[in-house]
């Protein structure tokens, strides 16, 4: 069998193995400076994103009143419209039904 000289001088061992290091520092360093980049750009972002939520807040708080008034006013039994004034319409039994509904077991009406 042959084998392969491991007499390798010193000099270069030493010389690989502080290549190695450089090597591995170089990459540690252009890690971290992407990390601290991607960072800052997330905290440039995410002011931006506040600042446009508090743009949109401020644009649409009065619409989102209206709506809730409105959505409020649906819900409510029966009265008055909060934002209009207008008087809610009470339902009987018969106009609750959905339209083209009929309803079954009733005379005149085959209970398929």
């Not at 090597?23 to 800052?40: N, P």
């Not at 750009?41 to 446009?52: F, T």
């Not at 339209?99 to 085959?110: A, D, I, S, V």
Request: aromatic share 4%.
């Amino acid at each position: 069998m042959k084998r392969f000289p491991r007499d390798l001088p010193l000099i270069n061992q030493v010389g690989v193995v502080i290549a190695l290091f450089i090597t591995a520092l170089s990459t540690l360093w252009y890690t971290s400076a992407a990390v601290v980049e991607r960072e800052e750009r997330r905290a440039r972002a995410n002011e931006r994103l506040k600042m446009a939520s508090d743009e949109l807040e401020a644009r649409g708080k009065e619409a989102l009143a209206s709506i809730r008034a409105e959505l409020a006013w649906q819900r409510s039994p029966v009265g008055k419209c909060p934002r209009s004034g207008r008087g809610r319409l009470e339902r009987s039994d018969d106009s609750a039904q959905a339209p083209g509904r009929r309803k079954l077991n009733q005379p005149g009406n085959p209970t398929h």
